[in-house]
């Protein structure tokens, strides 16, 4: 059985690149596509207390994240690397390192936002905080 690696999008051009880095240096491994729908980025808005606007606010995140799947996965089956989709609801940090732990996942690669100078010694919170939690190896690409 092949490596099962974690791979988080977020509609970045890192998370791009950690499938990007994923399908050339694994291309035996299934490449799992995970997306977090955070319930906290739906915000405090008037539409907001609409009691139709979750519904509808998860139903757009869920179809974006489908898209974002499309594309992702176009790229990886242009090289033969298996792909699973998964979709979760919850905080990012946490989902991710809760599946990898749950799921027989290998490996975690996940993208980092680019910085430069004194930011440039910190990752991106979600990342440094998977870092920090996982169980399983995390490799960070920008």
Known sequence: ????????VDG??????AVEFVTE???DATVILFHVINPAEAGYS???????FSE??????K??????????EAAADATGTSVERVVEVGRPTTAIVDYADEHDVDQIVMGSHGRSGVSRILLGSVAETVVRRASVPVTVAR
Do not use: H, K, N
């Open 1 to 8: 059985m092949g490596q099962r690696i974690l791979v988080p």
């Open 46 to 52: 008037a539409e907001a207390s609409v009691p139709t």
């Open 63 to 72: 179809a974006r994240a489908e898209r974002l799947f499309d594309e992702l």
């Open 56 to 61: 509808e606010w998860y139903d757009q995140e």
């Open 12 to 17: 970045s051009e890192q998370a791009e690149c």
């Open 25 to 27: 240096q694994y291309p």
